[in-house]
């Protein structure tokens, strides 16, 4: 039986006030529901609306790669100063600790490696990601590949239907085959692509022309760093990336690779939060490294 004793009458209702409609900050997600949010502000700082996510899924396709090989020696020491974590769920499972407290982006598909014909991939399932409590699922989209193209899109889409069902974004991740094209056109359409199929984030490549691509782009577009550039150019693709209105980077060899990782990713988290110029930011990363 409630305790009815000393009841208080609520009579603060401040009926003068109207009840303020809050926007939501993260591009295309306005209409999402409240899980969906949750966990988009969990991967987007709510003050600036980007993120840093720390790739190192990968090892799911090409196996223990430089900067990878011990994920308990160079890689969770860098945890805590990434917004996201992004990676696959075995190494999730044995090399993430529970209780780092930060959102995950599964790699949600899985397939074939580099030793044969890459992209070959099924999504894996969404119970998997829902015990793993994670805040997002990647899955791989290969434009332009007439063999992989429509198996990878319906890989998303199913992806998103099923994140939908329990409010797990999905980022498409757009792979680049070796005959494409690495302009803005080609990762335009891939992105657009992405989104219209379900995805709430995009993972795309920097490109000339980047700022047709964020703009086409209904959802937040995120860029990969691509292969080991010296740590000031590194820092300039984010610098112009953030610029042309990324929504962050999820970045993984330029920053495990770095001669100094701890360095790099502060180095980087103030490009993409703070804006700082790259040479300022390099300055941060050589006096970070000392
Ligand atoms: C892409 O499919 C990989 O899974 C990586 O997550 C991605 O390429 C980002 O890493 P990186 O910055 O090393 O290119």
Known sequence: ?????????????????????????????????????????????????????????????????????????????????????????????????????????????????????????????????????????????????????????????HAANQGAKYGIPVMGVTAVGKEMARDARYFGLASRVAAENGANIVKTYYCDGFSNVVAACPVPVVIAGGKKLPELEALDLCYRAINDGAAGVDMGRNVFQSESPIAMIQAVHAVVHEGLDPHKAFELFNDLKK
Not at 118 to 135: F, P
């Open 1 to 157: 039986m409630a305790d009815l004793d000393d009841l208080r009458e609520g009579s603060k209702f401040n009926t003068d006030i109207a009840v303020q409609n809050q926007a939501f900050h993260i591009k295309g997600a306005s209409h999402l529901g409240w899980g969906m949010k949750d966990r988009l502000t969990r991967i987007f700082n709510a003050k600036t609306g980007k993120s840093v996510m720390l790739a190192f899924d990968h090892g799911f396709i090409m196996g223990p790669t430089s900067g990878l090989e011990r994920i308990d020696l160079t890689i969770t020491p860098l945890m805590e100063y990434a917004d996201c974590l992004m990676c696959s769920r075995g190494i999730l499972q044995t090399s993430v600790p529970a209780n780092i407290n930060k959102p995950i982006c599964l790699r949600a598909d899985a397939g074939s490696t580099i030793l044969t014909e890459l992209n070959d991939n099924v999504v894996i399932d969404i119970e998997d990601a829902v015990r793993m409590n994670v805040s997002a699922m990647a899955v791989m989209l290969a434009i332009g590949d007439p063999k992989m193209e429509a198996k990878t899109v319906a890989n998303l889409y």
